[in-house]
């Protein structure tokens, strides 16, 4: 059970109550709340767990993309995988949703309304996941409240290793309820492949403005590019720019604005964790001939003082424009103190004439019973104080209705952006991965949050399963001891996970590409070379090599003495690849079978020769040379020498020869060898022979 009690800035106290375990008889866990205030018992809630189903009657909202109704009671019943749906009805408002859910398959549908604004919707809302790396969406809504209206949507992701293309268009009709009519589409272009991975991204928006008899269109585009340096790892820079032009199709115009803008951010680790960004805007209205000039800047960094984590966070903007100029600050300072009884996190605001301080302590009192207490204190622009303070009690208690208390195992699964191994602001909760304890289930949500069933005391050991392409654990995944009545919380923190993905292949065709066709070579050493050590890989019977690594620059090299007899690489047998976050750098290695030798043990000889100067002229001496001559297991033994223009002939003998030209054309020349079996061979050119002078 837990108990708490608190009191708001009014000074208007809240208890709260919650119990929780096991139906004796039954494989189901209960889970009860609810609150009493002055204004007597709210928030009541109920609900039922067991296997992949849950049960539970709340309050709450059933919403559409663009619509919701709220009340209570509101009924639902929930499965990880197949159908769940929600029911909720009042004497004004009814609704349901239902959603079927198949792995990243879903469909949904929803139907409400509230008659008290007059209200209704309806809406189907469909994502399915193509064959390959494409999936696509489509919504269809329809709203009514004095007027009727359709909102249509469509939209794609096309998501390879090496880049994503995200597209999507939006319509919304006129007598939709709440909404503009207005037509909008988004392209989204993102390639990590290069060293400074690029993000493009384009926006069109149609909106309706003016009356509804005089009616016009404000048209606006927006162009936005984006780059960051994973290689620089010091400073991780990522810089951006933007461009936009709004304009309306009124006469005369009412709207014509040009805005760009650029900002630059950086963060890192050493020595401690940090971030700094700084972003300029500016916007020119061509109408009314001003200008509009913003600035921002802000910082956090973590620093130990004294075995105290601080935290520091600084932010300051500006803008300035026809009116004046205006400049905001705000700081945050954060220091928790783990060695003191209870933790205690203090936390002081201060900014735009408001400040406020908060502290939180948890602390263990005795045996299995534990107390939270958070006090804050506010001071508003105008200098008024408040505070307000809540006590949380928790322990274990037998419970009306249950059996034997089991405890239960929840948390949160997360990208440690600051790599501080703890959940903070800025962190990625992973969603889809599924959590085991020794068989038990679990899959993470939203924000990467996961609950367990009910669970035995005992000790649990977790894993992973389905970790989306990298991504591994920071750490080691902790076994939990497990109490009854107890409800654990865990962090488990990811890091990026990238790759070196390999292939030698035998290259038939000696274009050192790997073509489809071309087999693998297997058992042929790899030796991969970086920051953090030397690894040895053998390739599998596919030729194929794999090895996770941390982002950097490695050098792979092929252990040429490992190929099979007579393969001969077509491609370089060292490559230096930079590895990115969460990417799968591909290196190949081709090599091919060079054929057996052919052993000519008789046959002629080969005449070749050589001379120089190439390009002579009448008078100069000329240089023969038949050393170039082959002969198959003999000796060239006599070399014969013919020169020759019309019926002028020179004749020479031997290896070397000197010759000079009488008169210039185009002399043939022609050698005749014998090797010393007997065997002659004969070669002939011409040589083109100019004036001289």
């Known amino acids: 059970m837990s108990l708490t009690l608190s009191m708001d800035k009014s000074g208007s106290p809240e208890f709260g109550f919650r119990g929780w375990g096991d139906i004796e008889g039954f494989d189901f866990y209960i889970d009860t709340s609810f609150t009493v205030t002055l204004a007597g018992i709210e928030d009541t809630r109920l609900a039922l767990v067991w296997d992949d189903w849950s049960v539970f009657i709340d309050g709450g909202t059933i919403s559409g993309a663009y619509l919701g109704v709220s009340g209570s009671p509101l009924f639902g019943i929930h499965r990880v995988e197949g159908l769940s749906g929600q029911v909720l009805f009042t004497q004004d408002v009814k609704g349901f949703s239902a959603t079927w859910r198949e792995g990243r398959n879903l469909l949904r549908v929803v139907a409400a309304s509230d008659a008290l604004r007059g209200l209704s919707f309806e809406e189907a809302w469909l994502r399915y996941d193509f064959e390959g790396p494409a999936s696509g969406w489509v919504l269809i809504s329809h709203g009514t409240q004095t007027e009727s209206g359709y909102i249509l949507g469509l939209g794609g992701v096309v998501e390879e290793v090496d880049y994503q293309l995200e597209a999507s268009g939006t319509w919304v009709g006129a007598g939709y309820p709440n909404q503009t009519p207005r037509l909008k589409s988004n392209v989204l272009f993102t390639y990590e492949k290069c060293n400074f991975p690029v993000e493009l991204s384009y926006r069109y928006a149609r909106i309706q403005a003016g009356s509804q008899t005089q009616p ?22 990522r810089f951006s720019l933007d461009f936009g032009w709004r304009e309306s199709d009124d006469t005369p115009q009412s709207t014509r604005e040009r805005s760009y803008g650029a900002s630059l951010s950086f963060r890192g680790d050493t020595p401690w964790p940090w971030s700094f960004q700084e972003s300029l805007r500016n916007t020119d209205d061509l109408v009314a001939g001003a200008s509009t000039f913003s600035h921002s800047t802000s910082g956090q960094f973590q620093v130990p003082f004294n075995s105290i984590p601080l935290t520091v966070g600084v932010s300051t903007s500006s803008m300035s424009g026809p009116s004046g100029t205006t400049v905001r600050s705000d700081a945050t300072i954060r220091a928790d103190f783990p060695d003191l009884p209870g933790a205690p996190r203090i936390t002081l605001t201060a900014g735009g004439g408001r400040s406020s301080l908060d502290l939180r302590v948890t602390r263990a009192l005795f045996g299995e019973t534990e107390l939270d207490w958070s006090w804050n204190y506010t001071t508003d622009p105008a200098g008024i104080s408040t505070w307000a303070t809540s006590f949380t009690l928790r322990f274990p208690a037998p419970f009306p209705f249950c059996g034997p208390v089991r405890g239960r195992i929840s948390g949160r699964l997360f990208l440690d952006v600051d790599r501080d191994g703890s959940w903070s602001p800025g962190d990625e909760g992973i969603e889809g991965v599924l959590v085991t304890a020794d068989g038990a289930e679990a899959i993470t949500g939203t924000g990467g949050r996961f609950v367990f069933p009910p669970l035995e005391p005992g000790t649990y050991k977790l894993s992973l399963e389905e970790l989306p392409p990298g991504l591994a654990p920071a750490k080691p995944l902790p076994k939990v001891d497990l109490i009854a009545g107890a409800e654990l919380e865990l962090s488990i923190p990811l890091r990026p996970q990238s790759w070196i993905r390999g292939r030698v292949f035998n290259d038939a065709n000696k274009n050192g590409l790997w073509d489809p066709g071309e087999a693998g070579i297997p058992n042929v050493r790899i030796v991969v070379q970086g920051e953090g050590g030397q690894w040895e890989l053998i390739t599998d019977s596919g030729g194929l090599f794999v090895l996770a690594v941390e982002p950097g620059t490695y050098r792979v090299n092929l252990d040429t003495d490992t190929l099979p007899e007579r393969f001969e690489l077509t491609t370089p047998a060292s490559v230096e690849v930079e590895v990115l976050e969460r990417k799968v750098i591909p290196v190949e290695f081709g090599a091919y079978r060079k ?5 000519i043990t008789f046959g002629p000889p080969t005449a070749r020769f050589s001379y120089s100067p190439t390009s002579p002229v009448v008078g100069q001496p000329v240089h023969f040379s038949g050393a170039d001559s082959t002969a198959v297991n003999a000796k060239i033994v006599e070399y014969q020498w013919e020169f020759k223009l019309g019926d002028r002939v020179i004749t ?5 020869v000197t010759v000079t030209f009488p008169e210039p054309g185009t002399w043939q020349v022609t050698l005749v060898v014998k090797d010393s079996k007997g ?3 004969a070669t002939k050119a011409t040589v083109e022979v100019r004036p001289a002078g």
């Not at 994973?230 to 991780?236: E, F, G, K, Q, W």
């Not at 054929?595 to 052993?599: F, G, L, S």
């Not at 020479?652 to 070397?656: D, F, I, K, P, V």
Request: proline share 11%; with cysteine.
């Open 216 to 237: 016009f269109h404000v048209h606006s585009h927006t162009l936005r590019g984006s780059v960051s340096f994973p290689t620089v790892t010091i400073i991780n820079p």
């Open 595 to 599: 054929p057996r030798p052919v052993m």
């Open 652 to 656: 020479a003998s031997g290896c070397e």
């Open 679 to 681: 065997l002659i061979a």
